[in-house]
């Protein structure tokens, strides 16, 4: 017993002992808390890092990396500043202190634990876009569409159909409405996925499944061809609602060779056919087939009219002319579309009546079926009409890519330059790069190509077909695997166009006539070693395109299969453009021999060196070599004594010999190495490097620092503090410069230093419309005052991680200009271009940017700040300030806070003014705002716990002084000063994310949120937040806002606010404060289908007393952790959505 006791006793003075260290041991205590919180805000500043490269990669991240950052967040924001006392303030509150000390003993063990998980990798790919990438622009909603859109709807929608067919001519717009019932399925979240595929008339199975698994995020990986179908079965079967829409189907499609489930047992998958034949609807056992037939004779001639731009003010002859020949495109969409764009801007009449003579004429073309022939005959009147040799070329040039293919415009010119397109005189690759476009603009106005959202252009099925029936036997499309194609190819005599696939030896042991063959694109199977026999280069003497790829469905490659050429290929001595992908070439020296080879194109190929036999080439001008291995040598030292290189395209293909490289004058060049990420450069951008600062000779950098359009730069050990004068002359500017991004560039302290100029500063960045700055730690700011002046064109401006960043733009004490002052004012608008701000990770930093006219920042649409823990304001200075376009408004862990503007320094006002109440004050008659006016409006809610606060100027008299009402909160402060303020500001703002505000006790005050067109609303872990919307009127014996609130939002997403009592509250709840008439006010919320509430400890209900919610739109409830909460209060409106998810 005695034994026991000592035990006890010695368990019980140990506990004593490590309760009392929180009394006295705190400052310890709070010390140790403070140094692992400083550890933590480093390793959150690493994540975020490592977020901010996956971004740039587009990766998406992880999701237990994503909650270790809010775990990181909340133990980061955790105050310690605070240390009650008590005995009139003589001695420390022990109670507290004893609570305190264990709480923060706690979370120092919570921050060491979370410390202690590593991620080595935080990236996730991100699945490719289904549907949802697709314009709707072409889509035209005709009555006859709208009735076959439900039916379709609705058939995908029914559970017992598994495949669904939508059968219809060629033309008519299956593809187009699938696509947009698609889109509207997975808008409305009744299908988890809407994947689409072509399947076009020879089915190419391995290209149907990687369509389809790139968004559902399946990789390959190592697997068998054999086994792909299982491992897509797999995926397509594991119960999501995933939509496969089978475009363009010919035949009978075997779905266990793709992977495709079965009717038995396809779970939650689905499947749309769209086809041209009515027997394949017959073949395949479908549950419903949908007819889409062809527009009516009004649907068709408003068509037309739209597409020849008519309108019922148009010459009345051209309109009845106009109506005979959409009469003869026989009311099918494409053929309406492409002779009615192929006529609009016609005048003359003559124009007309010859179109119509032209379409009317009978015409006989072999091989084709009858249904082809009225369209052959719209299409070829369009081709026709283009009357320009260019174009038309141009279009039997697109023809020869695989169905549904994106095209760019680069590729359009390097093919067009190799096959003669635009002359042997074209003058440079830029001339014929406008020539290249302009054709290529005349065939998108005709119909005759569609373009993409990227920018390429692609060409409608139908229009395809016709072209290759224009260029008859000149074209021919061949799988040499294929017998039977094979010996049609070695019967044809006038093949002028050649693509081809199969197996790359029998395409080298075939024996077609190439006499007069100037195109070959292939893209073949390998196997081992495959030597290219002279005897093949000799068959083909006119060759002036060879363009070889090898096919694999792998997104990685490989060097393991060797593709020799031979020796002497000096037969081809007309050839212009030469194009490899995915082999291992060796030793390439022969191409030297090529005396007029105008383009290199090597891509994922492994050779042996660039050799030096390419710099006797006089007619060489473009070179691009794209995650290349080039295994011996610099080859820039080859490069260089390229005289006649126009073009420079080198990416990821650097070797450890490419150091201080010379380049010579170039007029388009981008420059990429793999260590680096660069931006995908859009074919507008003729230079652009993203490189570390040391590949480069020093005058090799001056010049790519002057010429460049787009700069990313990484790392520099050479202490350069600025760009201009550090390495360009402020007098050059750097004008060129479209996109800026520099990353861990140590040294530079800012973009700009003007001090030591004396004269005025001349234009620099005139053109530049993005920068991004990552994880520059000594720099201190971005722009002068006066070179900001000069930023016209800027959109988007991306501050990450810059510790030291105090000011994005300098304002030296003679610049600083009083918004009261008219005479002084800026004259030039601040940035008015600018759309995007997002500025994260930058401590010292108290405001974004100074604001000096009601014409700064006009086009701003999106504000996000993170991380900022010094900051104040996000803009320096005011005046009268509309940002009118303000869509999207985010601040996250920015502790201090305090609101968009700092307080006026001097405020205007008389004591008439603002004695007055706020009814009787003149309204305001300007479309902008004045903070002068708006702090005249100072006064007291009913009701109220407002601290009086007497303001007195600098530079006023003592006894002249303005009664404001301050309240808790920014956003209450906000109201309380002006609705009119806060209209302008917030009134376009359609998504907002409130995160971790640590004062914030309520958002909006009922009078503005019925003119708010917010959409989406989401707050999170701020923890004094009591109500989102207060009531400051409640009680006053009526409202100026109606019964509607948030008249938009569909989405309100609330979570970890512990003190949250209500969504919709007023300034003091207790029962005395009533309504006299004892009414209850419904508020609406029409829109709103979404309603998340989420740990939410002191939630009582959705509204105070004598309030009532009304949610017609709701679909969506969900209550999770909300103990407190009234369900009575939300009760109403669960009955009325039976479909709602119940509380968890």
């Known amino acids: 017993m005695t034994e026991l006791g000592k035990t006890l006793t010695e368990k019980v003075l140990n506990k004593a002992i490590e309760k009392s260290r929180n009394i006295f041991c705190f400052t310890c205590i709070l010390k140790e808390f403070n140094e692992e919180k400083d550890k933590m805000e480093a390793g959150r500043a690493t994540m975020r890092e490592k977020f901010q490269v996956a971004a740039n990669k587009g990766k998406g991240i992880k999701t237990n990396a994503r909650l270790w950052e809010e775990q990181a967040n909340k133990l980061i924001q955790e105050n310690t500043k605070t240390n009650q006392r008590c005995f009139l303030g003589f001695c420390p509150d022990c109670i507290w202190r004893y609570k305190r000390g264990e709480d923060l003993s706690t979370k120092t063990k919570e921050i060491r634990k979370l410390m202690e998980e590593k991620f080595e990798n935080v990236e996730l790919d991100r699945h490719l876009p289904g549907v949802k990438r697709y314009s709707s622009q072409y889509y035209i909603s005709f009555e006859s569409r709208k009735l076959k859109y439900e039916e379709l709807l609705d058939a995908l929608r029914d559970d017992s159909n598994y495949i669904t067919r939508l059968q219809g001519m060629g033309g008519t717009g299956k593809t187009t409405l699938a696509k947009e019932v698609g889109k509207q399925l997975k808008t409305s979240k009744q299908f988890n996925h809407v994947i689409d595929t072509t399947v076009s008339f020879t089915?190419?199975?391995?290209?149907?499944?990687?369509?389809i698994v790139g968004p559902l995020g399946l990789k390959w990986e190592d697997i068998s061809e054999s086994d792909r179908p299982k491992k897509l079965w797999s995926r397509l079967t594991n119960g999501e609602k995933i939509l496969l829409i089978l475009d363009n189907v010919w035949g009978n499609l075997n779905f266990d060779d793709i992977g495709i489930p079965k009717s038995d047992n396809h779970k939650g998958c689905k499947v749309l056919v769209t086809t041209r034949n009515l027997r394949v609807c017959n073949q395949m056992v479908c549950e419903k087939t949908i007819q889409l037939d062809l527009l009516n004779e009004e649907e068709a001639w408003s068509m037309f009219k739209l597409h020849a731009n008519l309108t019922d003010n148009s010459s009345q002859g051209i309109l009845k002319k106009g109506r005979k020949i959409a009469t003869e495109c026989k009311r099918?969409?494409?053929?309406?579309?492409?002779?009615?764009?192929?006529?609009?801007?016609?005048?003359?009449?003559?124009?007309?009546?010859?179109?119509?003579?032209?379409?009317?004429?009978?015409?006989?073309?072999?091989?084709?079926?009858?249904?082809?022939?009225?369209?052959?005959?719209?299409?070829?009147?369009s081709y026709d009409f283009l009357k320009d040799k260019n174009a038309e070329g141009l279009f039997l040039l697109c023809s020869t890519f695989p169905e549904d293919a994106e095209i760019s415009t680069e590729v359009l010119t390097r093919l067009g330059i190799g096959v003669g397109l635009f002359g042997d005189d074209y003058g440079s690759y830029k001339d014929a790069r406008t020539q290249a476009a302009a054709s290529k603009n005349k065939l998108l106005d005709s119909c005759l190509l569609l373009e993409t959202e990227e920018g390429y252009v692609k060409m409608h099925d139908l229009v395809r077909?016709?072209?290759?029936?224009?260029?008859?036997?000149?074209?021919?499309?061949?799988?040499?695997?294929?017998?039977?194609?094979?010996?049609?190819?070695?019967r044809d005599k006038n093949i002028k166009y050649l693509i081809c696939e199969g197996n790359l030896r029998d395409l080298f042991a075939s024996k077609f006539d190439g006499s007069k063959l100037e195109f070959l694109i292939g893209n073949m199977h390998i196997k081992d070693i495959v030597h290219i026999p002279i005897s093949f280069f000799e068959n083909i003497p006119r060759l002036r395109v060879l363009n070889l790829s090898r096919h694999t469905p792998y997104q990685y490659h490989d060097y393991h299969h060797r593709l020799s050429l031979p020796q002497s290929i000096k037969p081809l001595s007309n050839i212009r453009s030469l194009s490899f992908e995915k082999f291992d070439l060796g030793d390439i020296s022969a191409i030297g021999g090529l005396q007029g080879l105008e383009t290199l194109e090597l891509t994922h190929c492994a050779i042996d060196e660039l050799p030096r036999e390419i710099e006797k080439l006089e007619n060489f001008r473009l070179l691009e070599l794209k995650k290349c291995k080039i295994r011996n040598n610099n080859p820039f030292e080859v490069i260089q004594r390229c005289p006649s290189l126009e073009e420079l395209y080198f990416l990821n293909s650097f070797n450890d010999s490419c150091k201080e490289?010379?380049?010579?004058?170039?007029?388009?060049?981008?420059?990429?190495?793999?260590?680096?990420?660069?931006y995908k450069m859009k074919d507008t951008i003729s230079r652009g490097v993203s490189l570390?600062?040391?590949?480069?000779?020093?005058?090799?950098?001056?010049?790519?620092?002057?010429?460049?359009?787009?700069?990313?730069?990484?790392?520099?050990?050479?202490?350069?503090?600025?760009?201009?004068?550090?390495?360009?002359?402020?007098?050059?500017?750097?004008?060129?410069?479209?996109?800026?991004?520099?990353?861990?560039?140590?040294?530079?302290?800012?973009?700009?230093?003007?001090?030591h100029i004396n004269s005025q500063v001349p234009s620099v960045f005139s053109n530049l419309k993005n920068v991004t700055l990552r994880s520059c730690s000594m720099l201190v700011s971005v722009f002068d005052l006066s070179t900001s002046r000069g930023l016209l064109l800027l959109e988007e401006l991306i501050i990450f991680n810059c510790e030291k960043l105090e000011s994005i733009i300098t304002i030296e004490c003679e610049e600083i200009v009083d918004g009261d002052n008219d005479n002084n004012k800026i004259c030039n608008s601040m940035f008015p271009n600018l759309k995007v701000v997002i500025i994260d990770w930058c401590h010292q930093l108290q405001f974004v940017l100074p604001c000096y006219s009601a014409r700064d920042f006009l086009l701003l649409e999106k504000i996000t700040i993170y991380g900022c823990h010094k900051l104040k304001y996000i803009f320096g200075q005011h005046q009268d300030v509309q940002l009118p376009s303000l869509k999207e408004l985010k601040l996250d862990d920015v502790p201090n806070f305090i609101y968009i503007f700092p307080e006026p320094s001097s405020i205007k006002g008389s004591s008439d003014s603002i004695s007055k109440p706020q009814s009787e004050l003149e309204p305001v008659k300007s479309n902008t705002f004045s903070w002068s006016q708006i702090c005249c409006y100072g006064y007291k809610l009913k009701g109220s716990t407002s601290t009086k606060i007497v303001l007195v100027s600098e530079d006023q008299p003592k006894d002249c002084s303005i009664t404001l009402f301050i309240y808790p909160n920014l956003w209450e402060r906000a109201q309380c000063l002006s609705t009119s303020m806060l209209s302008h500001i917030l009134c376009n703002i359609k998504k907002m994310i409130l995160t971790s505000l640590p004062r914030i006790k309520s958002v909006f005050v009922m009078s503005i949120v019925s003119k708010l067109s917010l959409e989406t609303l989401t707050i999170e872990n701020c923890d004094e937040l009591e109500h989102i919307i207060v009531d400051i009127e409640y009680g006053s014996g009526g409202n100026n806002?109606?019964?509607?609130?948030?008249?938009?939002?569909?989405e309100l997403d609330v979570d970890d606010c512990e003190k949250l009592e209500y969504i919709f509250g007023h300034i003091d709840a207790s029962d005395h404060h009533h309504n006299h008439n004892n009414e209850v006010i419904q508020l609406h919320l029409p829109a709103l289908k979404c309603l998340a509430l989420r740990s939410l400890r002191s939630l009582i209900g959705m509204c105070t007393k004598h309030y009532r919610t009304i949610l017609p739109a709701l679909t969506e409830l969900k209550l999770v952790k909300c103990f407190k909460v009234d369900i009575t209060s939300i009760g109403d409106f669960i009955v009325a959505n039976y479909s709602n998810k119940g509380p968890t």
């Open 332 to 381: 099918l969409p494409v053929a309406i579309a492409t002779v009615a764009s192929s006529l609009k801007g016609q005048k003359r009449r003559e124009e007309w009546d010859i179109s119509l003579k032209t379409l009317q004429k009978p015409v006989s073309v072999g091989g084709i079926g009858d249904d082809l022939v009225d369209i052959y005959k719209c299409l070829k009147f």
């Open 661 to 678: 490289i010379t380049l010579p004058t170039l007029q388009r060049y981008r420059l990429n190495d793999v260590t680096v990420y660069h």
């Open 1041 to 1050: 806002w109606g019964n509607n609130v948030f008249p938009k939002l569909k």
């Open 692 to 755: 570390t600062w040391d590949y480069f000779s020093e005058a090799t950098f001056k010049y790519v620092m002057e010429t460049t359009e787009l700069l990313h730069l990484e790392g520099t050990d050479k202490g350069w503090r600025n760009l201009m004068p550090g390495i360009v002359s402020i007098d050059n500017g750097m004008n060129d410069l479209i996109k800026l991004y520099l990353d861990n560039c140590d040294q530079v302290q800012c973009l700009v230093d003007t001090k």
């Open 465 to 490: 077909e016709v072209a290759q029936l224009i260029a008859n036997n000149e074209m021919n499309i061949v799988n040499f695997s294929n017998k039977n194609q094979k010996s049609q190819v070695e």
């Open 203 to 211: 089915p190419d199975i391995k290209k149907i499944q990687d369509d």
